[in-house]
């Protein structure tokens, strides 16, 4: 096993700079977007070119890796997505912005398509499970660190954008390094929504709730933080919590999903994320509230999409996990196309609160319709329910699934 991650650790580190500069740059553009006072209309298109860029990056990524190679392909998608984070530095202009997180989010998509298909190439039928383990703790801790760097400066200067860039320059480095050989970037077949449908209701209504809020969480979070009057490294400490929750409180959880009925750890989970979002629109500026509230809710939201994602995968056969998986992740994708827009217009309806409201808003319709369907399917017997895995909403990252009977 041992092995098997030193010959990814080279892929494991470009990653991690990767996911650094993302969550650097996502929450200095919340945060700048609310410390200007940018109106919520332009805040909504401001907050859709990410998730909008990284779902046409998930549908179109992998044409384009296939035509210049992994290697090439990786080359580029960095040095795009370092001109992206440059170009923030540059200007204010709302529409620009856009653009440059579009072309940012597909970026990401890509480099991502390309380092899940490296692990997924060096990792064997007995590895495939420590190999995700380790890119998904590294994927969160980097994400968390790069939110974390908000405090290192004044966010309306341009020294945050300029850190992104050299953190994305940085991430071709040790993928150039390495001696590996580059893998084989093949297409998934994904599952329609009539076909997701005949599988599992509960999962398509879940990845799409989970996409929906999660990301309204993630993009507007620090936008709303920052109207209720935290400084930006009360800001970046909020932000970092609330990731950091999401990947501690992973293990446990899933631990209980593989022990109790797979919906009713769902839904708890569902319950929990709700009342998490209500608490933290009624506590008001109180920061070390936030911190707590931010942690469990981070730690209940971001274990819903993989809770999902297995009780979709323990009606199906092996063979079917990569491409129901691969369903399920437009779900998520469409969810989080939608969230982020549609949170700031609450936002700017009802203020900074509203936000959570209508993240708990989300979760109630989803924990009713998932009660409803408790009601009309059996649960499975207890010997028939697969083992958690903590997947993630990337777009290449299906075959690594230790349940999975295929590889990439």
Known sequence: MLRSLAAVAAVLFGIAFVSASTGLVSTTVGIRMGLDSVPTTLVSIVLTGYPLGF?????????????????????????????????????????????LRAAGGFCAAGLYTVTESWLNARATMATRGAVLAAYMITDKIAYAGGQA?????????????????????????????????????????????????????????????????????????PTYASAIGLDPAQIALFMTLLFLGGLTLQWPIGWASDHFDRRTVLLFAMIATMAAAIAMALVGRSAEALYV??????????????????????????????????GLLMCWAIGAVIGPPVGSQIMGLVGPYGLYVFVAAIYAVAAVFT?????????????????????????AAEPLNPRSSITD
Do not use: K
């Not at 942690?295 to 079917?320: K, R, S």
């Open 293 to 326: 509230l931010g942690f469990i809710f981070g730690g209940a939201a971001f274990v819903i999409y993989p809770l999902a994602v297995g009780h979709a995968n323990d009606y199906i056969e092996p063979d079917q996990v990569v491409g129901v998986s691969a």
């Open 149 to 221: 760097l908000v405090a290192s400066a004044d966010p309306m200067s341009p020294v945050l954008f300029m850190i992104a860039g050299i953190l994305f320059a940085l991430c071709l480095v040790p993928v150039a390094m390495t001696r590996s050989a580059a893998p084989v970037v093949s297409s998934t077949t994904r599952y329609g929504l009539m076909r997701l449908i005949r599988v599992s209701p509960v999962g398509i209504v879940a990845t799409i709730a989970c996409g929906a809020a999660n990301s309204a969480v993630s993009m507007a979070g």
């Open 371 to 395: 009660l409803y369907r408790m009601q009309v399917r059996p649960s499975l017997p207890m010997n028939r329910q697969g083992p958690f895995v903590p997947v993630p909403t990337t777009p």
């Open 55 to 99: 779902l046409v990056g998930c549908l179109y990524g992998r044409q384009l890796i296939g035509a210049i190679g992994p290697v090439r392909a990786f080359a580029a998608f960095g040095g795009l997505a370092t001109t992206t984070a440059l170009g923030l530095a540059l200007t204010d202009d709302p529409y620009i912005w856009t653009v």
